[in-house]
């Protein structure tokens, strides 16, 4: 829009106060200036992206974020929307200089932003990774669905998913898979677009046919697409209005495209060399300041005005930015906390403000550590779904989801008739996305639910690898603002045959993961304590099912009772003796106890049940007393879990040790095909008691 008189301005104007748009405009460009000007030449401020030219549209979604569970899930340029959203802008300066307190308390790189804002529209954390942003925003809608519908609660009516991103970040695979599932199912998300024709230096005809995510999706079904120009102020407050409503009022998702100049680099170090002069100057013309003055400027703002506030920006962000610089240096004795939920001083527990169900105060019904065994014995698949069926029966607020967990029961048949039970809002089929189904986890967990999420293989977990990532370390990277619990239950491991896709076990993977629970049943029974423990606990659990022992009767138990809970770091003793101690988890238990039995050795043996946390004190007593130590997995080798431990015995009980610390594991390949094959790489009875005879004669 041009410059045009107050009577045309009539309708755009109404409703929306013009003058903090370019307050805030005019704070985010003076903001970008001291940074690029001062800050980083001082080296006062080590990374840098500039949000200039995309601040005018940012500023104006902000403006109609207007709900209490309106949330917004966003990346590194997005700045101009946060200070829209309440930001103070000390905070916004502080974080960037690696300061005290605000996102992450000097964690993160300050460009990667969150805002619990709790009464307010709330911005989820960001992730460095460019696609990320797209997954948890699909299940922050997914959650206002279920709150609203399923469990009535009104406050949730009307709020919506905003999910913003850059034109290459559409080539992602987060950014399909959100569009699958919000068109799919129908969820109330606005997808906003900032196309400023870049990625860093590649353009966007490469991260979309024909350069125009908009024109590609006018043909896609079930959502609306709008198209604009992210500079001109009617234009962009009009599109993004309609966009807004369109999802407010529950007519589907959308997706709104607003072109934008990025009138700086990429990033500080960027230099454009890759635009021509022309093409800067071009840019430059489409400033959304400018355009934004000419819009305002003189008919509601006067030309003084504007002088006047533009020199007031500015001296308030210089003041906030000594005010940032002043701030203590975040306590390095710190760095440590949050890998997990943590407990004050005075024993209270230390709880996130977004995310999980420990914010909202949810009880659940009395637990023991006692079993209260029924009389048949049921095989891990019957104990998985008596445990999910009673947590279901039981929380409302927990969700049980994954491909094919619906109606057909999941191709384990873990969930059997539990949707018949619950309804297909508390559990459904997905699209075949594991980015997705973590991703929307991870999303629903920040509004509030327990999700409990199925992969149906751990190989499968391969494309969900960023969103695990990112789950386990959003406590510790936003130093406890937000936190993701939930819970992934993936059956591996080899099973009568093998291969490489479905025998897959790598649960080190996860150990090495950082803020991850890591659970690993060998028998029913633990693996209902277990299963109960991870669906309360304040943190994320992977939860391995291993496939071989799902109907095996070595794992067949009783039902321990619908109380019973098994805390995690707890190993359990399964077998007795005095001359060697086998430290094992999971299928290798009864491989374990056969080799025992076997070599006639009197050994105890530690079914660790849970790798993080890890039972490292019951090692360490019972080789007080056996002086020797095997361990066995199913995993590779090459830092398999079984270095880890080796690596703390040495250090913590080297003194206790008789004989050299032994591993039998898997070598480092994949699980073979042929079943000969399978069993000549696999740990075996007869590998086993080997390193038994070995250890003991040493
Ligand atoms: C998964 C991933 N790959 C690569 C990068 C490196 N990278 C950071 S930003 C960026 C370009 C993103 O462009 P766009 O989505 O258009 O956003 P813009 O920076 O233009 O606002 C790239 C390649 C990254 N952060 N994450």
């Known amino acids: 829009m041009k410059a045009s008189s107050k009577d045309e301005n009539a309708t755009v104007l109404e409703g929306l106060d013009w003058q903090n748009v370019a307050r805030l405009v005019l704070t985010s460009r003076a903001m970008d200036d001291l940074e690029e000007n001062k800050l980083v030449p001082e080296k006062k401020v080590l990374y840098q992206f500039s949000a200039r030219g995309h601040e005018l549209g940012q500023i104006l979604l902000g403006s109609l974020l207007t709900h209490q569970h309106d949330a917004a899930s966003a990346y590194y340029r997005s700045r101009p929307l946060l200070l829209s959203l309440g930001l103070s802008n000390e905070d916004a300066l502080a974080a960037p200089m690696g300061k005290s307190g605000g996102y992450s308390n000097g964690r993160d790189i300050g460009v990667v932003c969150n805002l619990p804002n709790k009464n307010g529209a709330k911005v989820l954390p960001m992730a460095g990774d460019v696609g990320s942003q797209y997954t948890p925003s699909i299940g922050w809608a997914q959650a206002i669905e279920y709150r609203r519908k399923v469990l009535k609660e009104s406050a949730y009516n009307n709020a919506i998913s905003v999910v913003l991103g850059g034109d290459g970040s559409v080539a992602t695979n987060g950014f399909w898979s959100a569009l699958t599932i919000a068109t799919t199912q129908n969820l109330p998300v606005l997808f906003y677009i900032e196309d400023n024709s870049y990625g860093i230096s590649v353009k966007s005809d490469y991260q979309t046919p024909g350069g125009n995510i908009a024109n590609n999706l006018y043909s896609f079904k079930n959502i609306r697409i709008f198209n604009g120009d992210g500079t001109e102020p009617e234009e962009a407050y009009e599109l993004l209005r309609q966009s807004v409503d369109y999802v407010r ?23 454009q060399s890759y635009k021509s002069e022309e093409l800067l100057k071009e840019e430059r013309a489409n400033d959304p300041l400018k355009k934004l003055k000419n819009f305002l400027v003189p008919n509601e703002i006067s030309d003084e005005d504007w002088t006047a506030m533009e020199e ?13 610089l002043n701030r203590p240096e975040p306590d390095p004795s710190e760095t440590g906390k949050y890998e997990f939920a943590e407990i004050n001083e005075d024993g209270s527990p230390d709880i996130q403000q977004i995310g999980g169900l420990a914010t909202e105060g949810h009880t659940f019904p009395e637990s023991s550590e006692s079993p209260d065994p029924e009389k048949k014995r049921i095989n891990i ?25 619906g109606l057909k029961g999941g191709v384990h048949a873990a969930t059997l008739d539990l949707q018949k ?98 659970a690993f049943p060998s028998n029913v029974e633990d693996a209902v304590g277990l299963l109960r423990t991870a669906m309360r606990s304040n943190n994320p659990t992977m939860f391995f099912e291993h496939r071989n022992l799902l109907d095996a009767k070595y794992a067949r138990r009783p039902y321990p009772g619908d109380q019973f809970v098994v805390p995690f770091g707890k190993g359990k003793k399964i077998r007795e003796g005095d001359e060697i101690t086998i430290v094992t988890w999971g299928a ?34 019972s080789l007080k007393k056996t002086n020797r130590c095997l361990i066995v997995h ?8 079984g270095a880890e431990i080796s690596a703390v015995l040495m250090s913590d009980a080297f003194h206790l040790l008789d004989a050299p610390v032994e591993r039998v594991t898997m070598p480092n390949i994949p699980v073979p095909y042929n079943i000969g094959l399978m069993e000549a ?13 070995r250890i003991i004669h040493y």
């Open 249 to 271: 009022d529950r007519k589907g998702p959308a997706l709104i495209r607003l072109t934008v100049p990025r009138l700086n680099g990429h990033s500080y170090q960027d230099n």
């Open 312 to 324: 007031e920006t500015k001296t308030a962000v210089k003041e906030a930015s000594k005010a940032a």
């Open 381 to 405: 698949v019957e104990g998985i779904r008596r445990t999910l069926q009673y947590e279901l029966k039981t929380n409302p607020k927990l969700l049980v989801f994954g491909e094919d967990v």
């Open 421 to 518: 039970e619950f309804g297909i809002e508390r559990v459904f089929d997905t699209s075949l996305s594991e980015e997705g189904i973590i991703g929307r986890a991870v999303g629903m967990a920040y509004a509030g639910l327990m999700p409990v999420a199925e992969i149906q293989f751990r190989k499968y977990a391969d494309p969900a690898t960023e969103q695990l990532h990112n789950c386990g370390t959003v406590r510790w990277r936003t130093a406890n603002r937000y936190a993701a619990p939930i819970v992934v239950r993936m059956p591996g491991g080899f099973a009568k045959v093998g291969d490489p896709w479905h025998s897959l076990c790598n649960e080190v993977e996860f150990l090495h993961s950082v803020g991850w629970q890591v």
């Open 588 to 621: 290798m238990t009864e491989r374990s106890e056969m080799a025992v039995e076997e070599t006639g050795v009197s050994a105890d043996i530690l079914d660790l049940r849970t790798l993080m946390p890890w039972d490292k004190q019951a090692i360490i007593e």
């Open 634 to 641: 199913e995993d590779t080798q090459t830092s398999g879990f």
């Open 681 to 693: 790489v696999m740990p075996d009875v007869e590998k086993i008691s080997d390193a038994i005879e």
